[in-house]
């Protein structure tokens, strides 16, 4: 079944997704962060994704949104999209108790995302934050989120997110993408993440 059997294309005209869209990409221009940009139908799930992906050359990532126990601290996690997270390790890793996945309103809130596009460019959402936040939920940088990212993505080439919206996936460089974590200004750690999911 093609993209047409299953979605229509009314998305490319939505004001609200081309605004999502259009904030990061202006972000990107006004920093010098070179890109490339792909419009496709909504991806909400890896698997579907993966069919638009395959001629796009990059690393594709899987992105999770989480909280902890007492729900004061927010934590995205990136990682190539055919491995899974061992969440019981990172849980160790932190300290905060029970990791869950946090919910919509949080999402938005932190990141100005909704469910289905969970991104670290998001994170252009959790800057210059601290005089409007609770202070129970900023770590000592002033920011909502901490970020941890697979090692492998360290030296991958080219990196592939969705930009705030899963109807687009933006590809950046290497550098460029650590040029953007620069300038988030946020903390964030490179991890052993997990399996490849035919490891397991």
């Not at 047409?4 to 990409?25: C, F, H």
């Not at 998001?122 to 210059?128: F, I, P, T, Y």
């Amino acid at each position: 079944m093609n993209s047409d059997e299953i979605y229509d294309k009314d998305y490319l005209k939505d004001p609200q997704i081309n605004y999502r869209i259009s904030r990061v990409l202006a972000f990107f221009e006004n920093n010098d962060i070179k890109y490339e940009l792909y419009r496709h139908p909504p991806l909400p799930t890896i698997e579907i994704a993966l069919e638009y992906w395959k001629g796009i050359d990059a690393v594709h990532c899987k992105n999770l949104f989480m909280r902890n126990h007492k729900g004061n601290r927010h934590y995205l996690v990136s990682f190539e999209c055919h491995k899974e997270l061992a969440i019981h390790s990172l849980e160790h890793k932190i300290r905060e108790g029970k990791l869950s996945f946090a919910s919509s309103e949080r999402m938005f809130r932190c990141l100005g995302l909704y469910p289905g596009s969970v991104s670290p460019f998001g994170l252009v959402n959790d800057m210059e934050i601290s005089g409007s936040a609770d202070p129970k939920e900023l770590f000592p940088n002033g920011h909502r989120v901490k970020f941890f990212i697979d090692k492998d993505l360290e030296t991958a080439p080219r990196i592939s997110f969705h930009p705030c919206d899963n109807t687009a996936s933006v590809v950046v460089g290497n550098a460029d993408f650590i040029r953007f974590l620069t300038i988030w200004g946020g903390e964030y750690e490179w991890i052993d993440v997990g399996p490849y999911m035919n490891e397991l």
